[in-house]
């Protein structure tokens, strides 16, 4: 069972930068992607970046330019570095894997973007 816990949401202003960290464990059986979603009250739940098992990393327009996801695959981790936030990219973000096994998602962590 993959668990994925996620961590590094807060209150920033409008302008400033948070990093979110994402903590796999359980195992990963051939992932297919891995990535960040967001979801606002009252509306979908969006991808915001993730990468593919080809290598193909993919970003949402709104956030090309001002976010970053990596990995660090020896420690099982995943990241989003996300610069210039604004008001719009409060939400709640999810660590999603795809996985042949099955989907998995984390928990959430809140980010709330002041303007």
């Known amino acids: 069972q993959v668990q994925l816990v996620e961590s590094g949401g807060g209150l920033v202003q409008a302008g400033g930068s948070l990093r979110l960290s994402c903590a796999a464990s359980g195992g990963t059986p051939y992932v297919k992607f891995v990535g960040w979603y967001r979801q606002c009250p009252e509306k979908q739940r969006e991808l915001v970046a993730g990468i593919s098992n080809s290598g193909r990393t993919t970003y949402a327009d709104s956030v090309k330019g001002r976010f970053a996801f990596s990995t660090d695959n020896a420690k099982n981790m995943v990241f989003l570095q996300m610069n210039s936030l604004k008001p719009e990219d409060s939400a709640v973000y999810y660590c999603?894997?795809?996985?042949?096994?099955?989907?998995?998602w984390g928990q959430g962590t809140q980010v709330t973007v002041s303007s």
């Open positions: 999603h894997v795809a996985s042949a096994a099955g989907d998995y």
